[in-house]
């Protein structure tokens, strides 16, 4: 069976950080772009960042540019997602989800096969 699964969510005080992992089961993650996606209470599903096929791409959603952080780690099958400086509206259920579609250095959010069922992040003081 193959799944994504999501971990290291949480409760965190304003400027805080975390990071989030996801890791993979039942399948390799070397060779998939995958994505950091995010849904806060009432709003739409927007994707956060994501990485390339290769890991040479990465791409963040302007609003945490210069805060979070993609980086994948083959060896571990997992991908994280360092999340520093943390705001209110930071606070949502985070998803990452995974593709071996596209080119293998470009770096998107659509055509996801896979997706976890989510981590629970909330900014709060």
């Known amino acids: 069976q193959l799944q994504l699964v999501e971990s290291g969510g949480g409760l965190v005080q304003p400027g805080g950080s975390l990071r989030l992992s996801c890791a993979a089961s039942?399948?390799?993650?070397?060779?998939?772009?995958i994505g950091w996606f995010r849904q806060a209470p009432g709003k739409e599903r927007e994707g956060v960042s994501c990485i390339s096929r290769s890991g040479s791409t990465t791409d963040y959603v302007d609003s945490v540019k210069g805060r979070f952080t993609i980086s994948r780690d083959n060896a571990k099958n997992t991908v994280y997602l360092q999340m520093n400086s943390l705001k209110p509206e930071d606070t949502a259920v985070y998803y990452c989800a995974g593709t071996r579609t596209g080119y293998s250095n470009v770096c998107s959010y659509g055509g996801m096969d896979y997706w976890g069922k989510g981590t629970l992040v909330t900014v709060s003081a």
């Open positions: 039942g399948f390799t993650l070397d060779g998939y772009r």
